[in-house]
């Protein structure tokens, strides 16, 4: 029967050739298609089911092989919304079973595809050629915080961006060593600005994150029990030792024989009138409660050591308990030993920060509150919830933390504040511009995004000492206050540095043409204002910029690299709207085909893994990884396998032939 054999299998050869042929001419006709992956061919041989030496080939058999993780060459276009993938992942996507109230409806099952030709429709929606639906997880345009972890289909046609106060301006300039305005010479004016009476020194201190003080506290576990609770009921014998302790001094109990038999009240009147500085009570009333430990003052740990399992008996743990307080030191702010020096008017006074009460040091925020306002000159507050320090004085008042950083604890910024020097009136605005140079401009936004004009000035007031105002009312007339002064004194050495170094100083209840701003930072960074010398004589300003913006309606949407999808409003922000959700599988070349370059998930595929590694860049896609030469080649020699095989089958009718005419 060899040579019917020999039929059937190259008949197979055909098939399998045909097949081969097949995914060829499919890879080639896609060779230009957004994101097509190849599909290679795989033969597997066929033996017939005989002895070793008595087997032959019986066929053979072909399957398809996907090229899923072979990445396509990445191709640069004109078009904002397209995408390609560089690394390992799919965007997830969702095909539309049909449409009501002429809006897509969708199954809730998700598909994946690397084709990222995706477009905005009517309904905002981005869509690839093929019509899957691009999902990701919408970002809070307020917030930039995203919204849920599950990707949904994006849509952002309505979106629309609130106002944003001004809150922050960041500014640098290069003041010149010899202005072409001459010195701020206050007799020149009807109100002198220099002379009036002067406004407070304000340091405030904004986004400190301490936590409020509390005393070390220690709760016991076992509930249920009273003052009349004796020891021995609780598992504890006579001789054994309970001892607490503060971290410097220690109470121990030693528990009595009795009678009468020993109670936890008789153990918290040895705490209460120990050496310790801790109090012992029952947290409910005093009776069928659970014994609490707390420390008397804000450094005074808490520690329970006992014999054997005592300590566990009244609700401890076993061996050493130890409780700590909040304070400056236990969270972190401060260090045994730093020092915060506060001057005012001249006047230095250190405050040192540790845990020796004696020596004056200070360890909580009620102490830094009483330390603070024991300075003569100066009123000062410490927030209690979140340790924010606000310093007002009529004198100027300067900072030195030791370390530095010690000042950013308690939200302060500046280091260094000075009185104001009152207000330009409008009588005088004309000999104040000719006597001040200017200090730039910028379009700052009140709550409701209403553009507010904040127009700068710097005056020399003596050699390298300068002070600077902002306009408040362009239109105020008369004795009306037309400028105002921000209420810092800057003063530069002989090498063009600000001493003492001010990053910032807070505008406080900013106006400007009766529109109010409240509370605005002005911020100059490390070094961000010099005194160097200039040929023209004018401030030369760097950098102006503010974080405020009116409401905008979206215009256009783009793709940054970040792998989200930002929007640019008609107020020229720019501010991202959705990320991009990547997700990838354990088998990705076992993912199911479907039409329009999409996968659907199986069973050897594994689930979808959100978060792959790969990065998405705009205006780009990601072209076939179709090898046209490649497929020519296979071509070619699927072409001469099937002939071969059509020719076994010719040989094979031949000799079947003979033998036919050998039975006649």
């Known amino acids: 029967m060899g040579i019917f054999d020999a039929l059937t299998t190259a008949v197979a050869g055909l098939q399998a050739q045909s097949f081969a042929l097949q995914n060829i001419s499919g890879n080639i006709a896609n060779s230009q298609t957004t994101g097509y992956k190849e599909t290679d061919t795989s033969f597997q041989d066929l033996v017939s089911a005989a002895a070793a030496n008595q087997q032959t080939s019986s066929g053979v058999t072909a399957t398809s092989v996907a090229t899923n993780t072979v990445q396509g060459t990445i191709q640069s276009t004109s078009v904002s919304t397209d995408m390609a993938i560089n690394g390992d992942g799919w965007f997830v996507v969702s095909n539309p079973t049909g449409e009501a109230d002429n809006q897509p409806v969708f199954s809730g099952v998700d598909d994946y595809t690397r084709a990222g030709d995706f477009q905005l429709n009517s309904n905002g929606n981005l869509v690839n050629s093929a019509g899957y639906y691009l999902m990701g997880i919408p970002i809070d345009s307020a917030t930039g915080n995203p919204i849920g972890s599950s990707p949904q289909v994006l849509q952002f046609s309505n979106d629309f961006v609130p106002a944003q106060a001004t809150t922050a301006i960041q500014y640098q300039a290069n003041l010149p060593s010899t202005p072409s305005s001459g010195l701020l010479v206050g007799t020149d004016f009807e109100a002198n600005p220099l002379?009036?009476?002067?406004?407070?020194?304000?340091?405030?201190?904004?986004?400190?994150?301490?936590?409020?003080?509390?005393?070390?506290?220690?709760?016991?576990?076992?509930?249920?029990?009273?003052?009349?609770?004796?020891?021995?009921?609780?598992?504890?014998?006579?001789?054994?030792?309970?001892?607490?302790?503060?971290?410097?001094?220690?109470?121990?109990?030693?528990?009595?024989?009795?009678?009468?038999?020993?109670?936890?009240?008789?153990?918290?009147?040895?705490?209460?009138?120990?050496?310790?500085?801790?109090?012992?009570?029952?947290?409910?009333?005093?009776?069928?409660?659970?014994?609490?430990?707390?420390?008397?003052?804000?450094?005074?740990?808490?520690?329970?050591?006992?014999?054997?399992?005592?300590?566990?008996?009244?609700?401890?743990?076993?061996?050493?308990?130890?409780?700590?307080?909040?304070?400056?030191?236990?969270?972190?702010?401060?260090?045994?030993?730093?020092?915060?020096?506060?001057?005012?008017?001249?006047?230095?006074?250190?405050?040192?920060?540790?845990?020796?009460?004696?020596?004056?040091?200070?360890?909580?925020?009620?102490?830094?509150?009483?330390?603070?306002?024991?300075?003569?000159?100066?009123?000062?507050?410490?927030?209690?919830?979140?340790?924010?320090?606000?310093?007002?004085?009529?004198?100027?008042?300067?900072?030195?933390?030791?370390?530095?950083?010690?000042?950013?604890?308690?939200?302060?910024?500046?280091?260094?504040?000075?009185?104001?020097?009152?207000?330009?009136?409008?009588?005088?605005?004309?000999?104040?511009?000719?006597?001040?140079?200017?200090?730039?401009?910028?379009?700052?936004?009140?709550?409701?995004?209403?553009?507010?004009?904040?127009?700068?000035?710097?005056?020399?007031?003596?050699?390298?000492?300068?002070?600077?105002?902002?306009?408040?009312?362009?239109?105020?007339?008369?004795?009306?206050?037309?400028?105002?002064?921000?209420?810092?004194?800057?003063?530069?050495?002989?090498?063009?540095?600000?001493?003492?170094?001010?990053?910032?100083?807070?505008?406080?209840?900013?106006?400007?043409?009766?529109?109010?701003?409240?509370?605005?930072?002005?911020?100059?960074?490390?070094?961000?204002?010099?005194?160097?010398?200039?040929?023209?004589?004018?401030?030369?300003?760097?950098?102006?910029?503010?974080?405020?913006?009116?409401?905008?309606?979206?215009?256009?949407?783009?793709?940054?690299?970040?792998?989200?999808?930002?929007?640019?409003?008609?107020?020229?922000?720019?501010?991202?709207?959705?990320?991009?959700?990547?997700?990838?599988?354990?088998?990705?070349?076992?993912?199911q085909a479907l039409n329009g370059g999409a996968y659907a998930a199986t069973v050897d595929s594994g689930p979808p893994i959100l978060g792959a590694t790969g990065t998405v860049s705009g205006s780009s896609l990601e072209a076939s990884n179709v090898d046209i030469a490649t497929q020519f080649s296979q071509l070619i020699v699927a072409q001469q396998a099937y002939s071969a095989n059509a020719r076994v089958m010719s040989t094979a009718d031949q000799m079947i032939q003979s033998l036919l005419q050998v039975v006649q």
Request: proline letters at 4%; charged letters at 10%; a negative charge.
């Open 195 to 591: 002379a009036g009476a002067p406004a407070a020194a304000v340091i405030t201190g904004t986004g400190a994150t301490l936590q409020p003080d509390a005393v070390a506290t220690g709760t016991g576990t076992v509930a249920g029990l009273s003052s009349t609770t004796t020891l021995t009921s609780l598992g504890i014998s006579a001789g054994d030792q309970i001892t607490i302790s503060d971290g410097t001094n220690q109470t121990v109990y030693t528990v009595p024989a009795g009678p009468p038999a020993p109670t936890v009240g008789d153990l918290m009147t040895a705490i209460n009138g120990g050496t310790a500085d801790v109090q012992a009570s029952i947290n409910n009333g005093g009776s069928n409660g659970n014994l609490v430990l707390k420390g008397t003052n804000g450094t005074a740990s808490v520690t329970v050591t006992a014999t054997g399992s005592d300590a566990a008996a009244l609700g401890f743990g076993a061996g050493a308990n130890s409780f700590e307080p909040t304070n400056l030191l236990t969270q972190g702010a401060v260090s045994q030993g730093d020092t915060l020096t506060v001057t005012v008017g001249g006047t230095p006074t250190t405050i040192t920060f540790g845990t020796d009460a004696a020596a004056g040091q200070v360890a909580t925020l009620a102490e830094l509150q009483t330390a603070i306002g024991g300075i003569s000159g100066l009123t000062g507050t410490v927030d209690t919830a979140n340790g924010d320090v606000t310093l007002t004085s009529n004198n100027d008042i300067v900072l030195d933390g030791s370390p530095t950083a010690l000042l950013s604890e308690f939200g302060i910024h500046n280091a260094a504040a000075y009185p104001a020097n009152d207000t330009v009136i409008a009588n005088d605005a004309s000999t104040f511009t000719s006597q001040s140079v200017d200090g730039g401009s910028i379009t700052a936004y009140d709550s409701e995004g209403n553009p507010v004009n904040m127009q700068f000035r710097w005056a020399e007031t003596s050699s390298g000492s300068w002070q600077l105002f902002y306009q408040s009312n362009a239109n105020a007339t008369g004795t009306e206050a037309a400028w105002q002064n921000v209420g810092t004194v800057f003063t530069f050495n002989s090498n063009g540095e600000l001493t003492p170094p001010i990053s910032g100083v807070t505008l406080q209840n900013l106006t400007v043409n009766g529109d109010a701003l409240g509370n605005v930072q002005l911020n100059f960074g490390a070094s961000g204002l010099t005194q160097f010398a200039d040929s023209s004589g004018t401030a030369q300003v760097s950098t102006l910029q503010q974080n405020g913006f009116a409401a905008g309606q979206l215009q256009s949407v783009a793709v940054d690299g970040q792998n989200q999808i930002t929007g640019t409003f008609s107020n020229g922000q720019t501010i991202p709207l959705a990320e991009i959700t990547l997700a990838t599988f354990n088998g990705e070349n076992a993912l």
